[in-house]
């Protein structure tokens, strides 16, 4: 079959910028379909963090002119090459909008701490990022790569299909462009005021509630949905859920009807990245034949770096996320101190909302002996995290679909989740039956109280302390387990080609 030639847009790109579980996708998807023969390039925003980063970045000769509202903005296209690949990925370099984040002063991607010590999205994220995505239409001839796919990601991009569909298709250049929209989160709009649309360009008239409009507001990841060729989600579980009133955040009706172009892919993972086999942040490798010889040292190490006692014979409970209500976090708090009387360590990595920093840090100050806590972002301790813990805990509210439980997986750290979107569509809870049956990977529940977690967690112990076995096969199960991006990148293949046809 014919090679195709995809873009993907997004606004953060693994081993450039990251805040979570996007960026991973945005930078392993490219490339397992470049491996699969396809000619993909990506574009994302050139942060502070992708200049001051490690990858090598250069300029092109490309100034491309984006107008913003009535103003005109020069800037330059820098370009790279997505890690250990040839993969081409581009930035657009505009210093006002996207040279300011700085973990040290407290500014991400899109939020700045402020003095109370609570986080606020920039409030120019709409001209941004609606900057951005016109920055991508100009980039395309610039560069000379023209997609017959455009894919877009989350809200940050939702303006581009707009672009493609109703700005740029009269010129030949874009004629015969189609675009793809992913939701990875649903929660995550970008609402803003009516005002914005002048800065957008786009005629007034599509400002209405079939179309851009939403609540007299404009809705960029609202926009994406009606204008993309095609809306897809990241686990089948969530592509339903989000047409439920639960879990919708309002745009359940809009799914509804656009039921007929919308589907769910898991995402995959990158064993390039995310493999005890060959993982440098641990202080022994290890496989499925090796693992319960040299995870312990893993464990020792987590143990140390977290100022816990080293104890082989304390279960660790690891947890790794951005620190939001999404993540199940409330029911953590409430069940942890029952974990402690379990006898457990708790290890948090995470950032987040300022109220569970506090509630983490005065739990930590409590129980100093058995709880360990690093309020930041910190790649190489998340790879530790998951390898010296013996459960993860993946307790969310919702899921969309979670690397995280699947990196678990592979470090033969059996995840406890929650039985929503992703987690439902790729943890097999070990129930008795599902032990005999020697297919249980993690361990799951579905209500949402503190009550099912702890439940579960108390499960999972009783196989860990009493049939070491039975828990060793469940760790084996797991281990084995193949969610390698190459069979999702088929699916995104067989995406990209229905809406080409
Ligand atoms: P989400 O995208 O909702 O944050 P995912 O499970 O899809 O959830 O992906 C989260 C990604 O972000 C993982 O790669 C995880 O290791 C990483 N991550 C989250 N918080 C941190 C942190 N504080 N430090 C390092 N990595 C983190
Ligand atoms: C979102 C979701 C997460 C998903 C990630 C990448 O951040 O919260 O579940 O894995 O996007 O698709």
Redesign the pocket.
């Known amino acids: 079959m014919s090679s195709l030639r995809i873009l993907v847009a997004a606004s953060e790109v693994?081993g450039f910028a990251?805040?979570?579980?996007?960026?991973?996708v945005a930078a392993a998807l490219p490339r397992a379909l470049a491996r699969r023969g396809h000619q993909v390039a990506v574009v994302m925003p050139y942060h502070r963090a992708v200049r001051f980063g490690r990858q090598e970045v250069t300029p092109t000769p490309h100034v491309i002119n984006v107008p913003v509202g009535n103003r005109l903005l020069a800037c330059r296209v820098m370009q790279s090459t997505l890690p250990k690949s040839d993969v081409p990925i581009f930035f657009i370099d505009a210093p006002e909008y996207f040279d300011r984040d700085d973990a040290v002063a407290g500014r991400g991607l899109y939020q700045q701490t402020m003095p109370g010590g609570y986080k606020a999205d920039y409030p120019d994220n709409a001209e941004r990022f609606t900057f951005f995505s016109r920055a991508v239409m100009e980039a395309i001839p610039a560069v000379g790569f023209i997609p017959q796919v455009i894919h877009a990601n989350d809200w940050q991009t939702g303006l581009l299909p707009v672009y493609v569909s109703e700005m740029m298709r009269v010129w030949p250049t874009y004629a015969r462009m189609r675009s793809l929209f992913t939701i990875?989160?649903i929660a995550y709009q970008g609402m803003f005021n009516r005002g914005v649309l002048e800065l957008t360009g786009l005629p007034g008239y599509l400002f209405n509630h079939a179309q851009l409009e939403f609540h007299g507001h404009l809705n960029f990841l609202k926009a994406g949905v009606v204008f993309a060729d095609a809306v897809n989600t990241v686990s089948p579980t969530y592509a339903r859920e989000v047409t439920t009133a639960e879990y919708g955040c309002g745009l359940e009706g809009l799914l509804i009807q656009n039921r007929h172009k919308l589907s769910g892919i898991v995402?995959g993972v990158d064993y390039g990245e995310w493999d005890p086999a060959h993982d440098p942040n641990l202080p022994e490798k290890y496989d499925v034949d090796s693992v319960f010889v040299h995870k312990p040292a893993s464990k020792a190490a987590l143990q140390k770096e977290y100022g816990l006692p080293v104890d082989p014979t304390r279960p660790v409970l690891g947890l790794?996320?951005?620190l939001v209500s999404?993540?199940g976090l409330d029911l953590v708090m409430s069940a942890a101190p029952g974990f402690l009387d379990l006898g457990c360590q708790l290890v948090f990595?995470?950032?987040g909302d300022r109220e569970f920093h506090d509630q983490l840090q005065s739990f930590r100050d409590k129980h100093p002996q058995q709880v360990g806590i690093?309020l930041?972002?910190?790649?190489p301790?998340?790879h530790l995290v998951?390898a010296g813990s013996d459960l993860f805990l993946?307790p969310s509210r919702y899921?969309?679909?979670?690397?995280?439980?699947l990196?678990s997986l592979r470090y033969g750290t059996p995840p406890v989740v929650r039985a929503t979107g992703g987690l439902a569509d790729t943890i097999v809870n070990a129930s008795e039956e599902n032990i005999k049956a020697g297919v249980g990977t993690g361990f799951s529940f579905i209500d949402y109280t503190a009550h099912a977690l702890y439940e579960t967690v108390k499960w999972a112990l009783t196989l860990y302390r009493t049939r070491p076995d039975d828990f060793r096969s469940v760790v084996r199960t797991a281990m084995r387990q193949d969610w390698s991006w190459d069979r999702s990148a088929e699916r995104y293949e067989d995406l990209y080609r229905k809406v080409l046809s």
């Open positions: 693994a990251k805040t979570g579980g996007l960026a991973d990875h989160n995402n790794v996320a951005r999404q993540k990595l995470g950032e690093y930041g972002f910190h790649e301790l998340a998951e993946m899921e969309p679909s979670g690397l995280n439980q990196y």
